[in-house]
């Protein structure tokens, strides 16, 4: 197996490129000391055998590696971080700055003396701050996004890329791990699921709005012109996109296409997916997902477009983390192991820290699981008012609740998509809707994320949100409730499938028959949620 191989899968990141923030409100301080959280294990292996439901077809659910592999995988030190500015709003001297810093672990073990490091950890706010740091903390470094990007201005211009209002680009953080190298940390939680606000503030934990894909497409038409281009760069990218999103048990394997298509068309593929949409692991480059908002997922049942995963109580979300953060890329899909790259057959050596890219504590997940839980959607500017009122009375009149149940505006279950059946005895294991509201299904059926379902997402916070329906395709509340947008002739404002000129966003006919008053009002309803 190719060392190394293993940072192309995390959420679409590639080896090959050699290339202050509005917090959520913070929660008042419990000043007690002597917090004893009851950490709870995160690796069972019977938890971890129900915690996913299984896909459409259920050959290819994953087979999730034991306990004993996962808890021999290195526990990740955290190092310090430390802000990335965009070119021109850099302070003076900030690089040579970094440069002469000492190497700093704040949550962690010193590889080199085995001392043991950690924030403090008193009380439940101390926690949840711990958490923070774990939320920001980078998997791997001049990766998915080399350094070399973020102090390019062409960059910024090919991706548009949002610069926060203190002209931070909040997605990362520069790392020193040796004194003297600086090196751009990336993949953490954060770079998904940080937002920039129109007016440059940061809201942590929301939809995020890094152009992660339309960075790939740039990074591979980069390395593909340089002069020194790998001579095998095209076979390494195949290989790549097969790592992250085939699905071999599927007759035909949507993603065989890979295995023909150019530089260019893998990149145009990837450019074409819009901030806000992203084509992540286990999902497709032609069936993106919409980046989820974390801001009140504390409530949700299920996680994921697909409804993929139970959340039956705190410790499924750390789960989750640790499977999106390296665990389902040592699962075994029908056989298919998607950390062996190109052979995807083996599992590698847990205690390579290439290969794996080490996991988070316990503790740290826990931590972790505490902050995302205690994040606050910001303050709403919309405010209820007559037209909202009227809006309000739509959405009674025409059932929406039934879905999008008050007070959390989603019913939490599950709806079948388009064609899906759901197998005998599903409906007595999980909360599944008799309708399916006939969307693309693709995502819920030909990905490694497809349970035959989509989750009935919930409505509050819409108004900071972009990018709605599963894949993303309308930008705006406005396009999604334009009936304009199930004919043929529609050009999408969001996602628009690879090689499309236009695109039909069917399905969720919800809304679409409303005369012009009562949709606006319905949408300016919304927008106080």
Known sequence: MQKKSLVLLATG????????????????????????????????????????????????????????????????????????????????????????????????????????????????????????IVFDSPRFYDRALPIEGVRD????????????????????????????????????????????????????????????????????????????????????????ELSLYATPWLRPDPSARFKTMSLDEIASAREAIPPGVQARHRTSSFYPAQVPDLIGVKDRHYLDRTGLQQQRGMVDSMRYAALNQGGDDVASFDGFIPADVPNFKKLPDP??????????????????????????PPPNPNKFDALAARGQKVFEREGCAMCHTPPLYSNNKLTPAEGFTPPPGADQKYDILPISVGTDPGLATKTRRGTGYYKVPSLKGVWYRSMFGHS???????????????????????????????????GHPFGLNLNAEDRRALIVFLKTL
């Open 13 to 132: 990141a590639f080896v090959l490129l050699a290339l202050s923030a509005l917090a959520p409100s913070r929660q008042s301080e419990k000043v007690e000391s002597g917090f004893k959280p009851n950490i709870p294990k995160t690796w069972d292996d019977a938890a971890m055998a129900t915690l996913e439901v299984p896909l459409a077809n259920p050959i290819g659910s994953p087979k999730q590696i034991p306990a004993d592999y996962y808890y021999r995988i290195p526990v990740r030190p955290i190092c310090k971080s430390y802000p990335v500015y965009a070119p021109g709003h850099e302070p003076q001297g900030y690089m040579d700055w970094l440069k002469q810093q000492k190497p700093e672990i704040v949550w962690g073990v010193d590889p080199k003396t085995g001392a043991k490091h950690a924030p403090p950890l008193k009380t439940e706010a101390d926690w949840i701050r711990a958490g923070e």
């Open 153 to 240: 201005p062409a960059w910024y211009r090919k991706t548009g890329a949002p610069v926060a209002s203190d002209g931070t680009l909040p997605f990362v953080r520069y790392v020193v791990r040796r004194k003297g190298k600086v090196e751009l940390g990336n993949l953490s939680c954060a770079m998904c699921h940080t937002r920039v606000m129109p007016d440059g503030r940061i809201l942590k934990g929301a939809q995020g709005n890094f152009p992660f894909d339309r960075n790939i497409g740039f990074g591979i038409r980069t390395v593909a012109a340089a002069p020194n281009r790998p001579p095998d760069l095209l076979d390494k990218m195949r290989a790549n």
């Open 351 to 376: 205690a390579d820290p290439e290969a794996i890219g080490g996991r988070y504590s316990d503790e740290q997940l826990y931590a972790l699981a505490l902050y995302v839980y205690s994040l606050q």
């Open 472 to 506: 993303g395709w309308c930008a705006t509340l406005e396009d999604w409730f334009d009936p304009r947008r199930t004919r043929d002739d529609y050009i999408p404002t969001g996602f628009k499938p690879y090689g499309a000129k236009t695109y039909a966003v069917k």
